[in-house]
């Protein structure tokens, strides 16, 4: 089992940078797959990035693609979210979520994932 921690929240300025953290408990955190995702207000969960259990392997969203970059310390049991060049509709809550064993492609869907942090709040302004 893994029990998740996001950290790194807050306001930012169009244009504007922010990391994000997922701090992880437990001695088997690299048997998962770790995602982030976000929900707007209003609107479904939405995937972000994911990272392979070795952090050989990253996928993002289209959205997000060239502006955000996921990585993970193995060694520290945290997985990071770098975001860059952040819009007003960046604005989201974020969570981390865990899947256990490797990813593919349905780790793109939030129902995938069993363990979930309790979210970071992250507000853009225009």
């Known amino acids: 089992q893994v029990q998740l921690v996001e950290s790194g929240g807050g306001l930012v300025q169009a244009g504007g940078s922010l990391r994000l953290s997922c701090a992880a408990s437990?001695?088997?955190?690299?048997?998962?797959?770790i995602s982030w995702f976000r929900q707007a207000p209003g609107k479904e969960r939405d995937f972000v990035a994911a990272?392979?259990?070795?952090?050989?392997?990253?996928f993002y969203a289209d959205a997000v693609k060239g502006r955000f970059t996921i990585s993970r310390d193995n060694a520290k049991n945290t997985v990071s979210l770098q975001m860059n060049s952040l819009k007003v509709e960046d604005t989201a809550i974020y969570s981390c979520?865990?899947?256990?064993?490797?990813?593919?492609?349905?780790?793109?869907?939030?129902?995938?994932?069993?363990?979930w942090g309790q979210g970071t709040q992250v507000t853009v302004s225009s």
């Open positions: 979520a865990a899947a256990y064993g490797r990813f593919h492609t349905g780790r793109y869907r939030p129902d995938e994932y069993i363990y």
């Open positions: 437990g001695r088997t955190f690299t048997d998962y797959t």
């Open positions: 990272i392979s259990r070795s952090g050989g392997l990253t």
